[in-house]
């Protein structure tokens, strides 16, 4: 094998080298830039689940609403969000109390929604409520709180973009259960 030959595989060697890392670079930051600057709203942002799926959308750089029934705690996990993340990189997440078994709540929560972005990219109901009983040991009233939280809430807040006039018409909605 004479030294062209050589120099030949190397550079090519060097070349596939350089395609590949770049390839790596660029699946990096579109995996960094999937939910840059996409609505993300999220009921119980105050759970376990919805802590991870705030701090994960917060650092994708989301522009993030975080819904729960605690304005305090509401409060406690947006600084714990900014004090973690590069706010060059983040937007400072808007909070929103939520409490689904207040119905009569819910078009005055989607007005805020609304005041926040005006849209929704992304939706992702983290609350419900778990009952450990026999059924017939259950109040009517506990039965319709449970409905009120599990169903009618969310189904509610995602018929608001229509009924309370959240505009997503021009924009791809995701809605996650």
């Given at each position: 094998?004479?030294?062209?030959?050589?120099?030949?595989?190397?550079?090519?060697?060097?070349?596939?080298?350089?395609?590949?890392?770049?390839?790596?670079?660029?699946?990096?930051?579109?995996?960094?830039?999937?939910?840059?600057?996409?609505?993300?709203?999220?009921?119980?942002?105050?759970?376990?689940?919805?802590?991870?799926?705030a701090q994960l959308?917060?650092?994708?750089?989301?522009?993030?609403?975080?819904?729960?029934?605690?304005?305090?705690?509401?409060?406690?996990?947006?600084?714990?969000?900014?004090?973690?993340?590069?706010?060059?990189?983040?937007?400072?997440?808007?909070?929103?109390?939520?409490?689904?078994?207040n119905m009569e709540?819910?078009?005055?929560?989607?007005?805020?929604?609304?005041?926040?972005?005006?849209?929704?990219?992304?939706?992702?109901?983290?609350?419900?409520?778990?009952?450990?009983?026999?059924?017939?040991?259950?109040?009517?009233?506990?039965?319709?709180?449970?409905?009120?939280?599990?169903?009618?809430?969310?189904?509610?807040?995602?018929?608001?973009?229509?009924?309370?006039?959240?505009?997503?018409?021009?924009?791809?909605?995701?809605?996650?259960?």
């Amino acid at each position: 094998m004479d030294v062209a030959s050589v120099w030949l595989a190397l550079s090519v060697v060097a070349v596939a080298a350089g395609v590949f890392y770049l390839y790596s670079l660029i699946l990096r930051h579109l995996a960094k830039t999937t939910v840059r600057n996409k609505v993300v709203l999220i009921t119980d942002s105050l759970s376990t689940l919805g802590n991870e799926c705030a701090q994960l959308f917060h650092t994708g750089g989301a522009r993030l609403i975080l819904c729960g029934s605690n304005w305090e705690k509401l409060e406690t996990l947006a600084e714990r969000l900014m004090t973690e993340s590069d706010p060059a990189l983040t937007f400072p997440p808007k909070l929103v109390e939520l409490d689904f078994s207040n119905m009569e709540s819910v078009p005055e929560v989607i007005s805020e929604i609304l005041e926040c972005y005006g849209c929704l990219d992304v939706l992702i109901f983290n609350s419900s409520m778990k009952v450990k009983a026999p059924v017939q040991c259950l109040s009517l009233e506990m039965d319709r709180i449970v409905m009120d939280v599990n169903y009618f809430g969310p189904i509610t807040l995602v018929k608001g973009k229509t009924k309370y006039g959240l505009d997503t018409s021009n924009r791809y909605t995701d809605t996650l259960l």
